[in-house]
Nanobody, 123 residues
Framework: QVELEESGGGLVQPGGSLTLSCKVS????????VAWFRQVPGKEREGVSC????????VYADSARGRFTISSDNAKNTVYLQMNSLKPEDPAEYYC????????????????WGKGTLVTVSS
């Protein structure tokens, strides 16, 4: 069955960096889009970034553009989210998800989800 598994979350100081990984199984990267979303308790899940793994096109939310970089290694079945210059507003549970296309980073366009990895930003 299709699975996505996030890793790489943790505690980082403001201004620091963290790289999240999304390991996928039972589907072929290159045929799908993979997106990162994040959610804090009491708020809606928001799209962060997405990559159309076949053509390499990328989408970023305004909150991520210029600080985060999404990439994929199709041979390793893994999508990454490099996060730099982390801010106090970045802590959340980060999820990766599969979709047929990135579109407008809507969770409604995604059909499979990972269980999340927690990112904490604190000094």
């Amino acid at each position: 069955q299709v699975e996505l598994e996030e890793s790489g979350g943790g505690l980082v100081q403001p201004g620091g960096s963290l790289t999240l990984s999304c390991k996928v199984s039972e589907f072929i990267l290159g045929f799908y889009a993979v997106a990162w979303f994040r959610q804090v308790p009491g708020k809606e899940r928001e799209g962060v970034s997405c990559i159309n793994t076949g053509i390499g096109s990328k989408v970023y939310a305004d909150s991520a553009r210029g600080r985060f970089t999404i990439s994929s290694d199709n041979a390793k079945n893994t999508v990454y989210l490099q996060m730099n210059s982390l801010k106090p507003e970045d802590p959340a549970e980060y999820y990766c998800a599969r979709g047929n296309f990135c579109g407008r980073l809507s969770q409604n366009d995604m059909d499979y989800w990972g269980k999340g990895t927690l990112v904490t930003v604190s000094s």
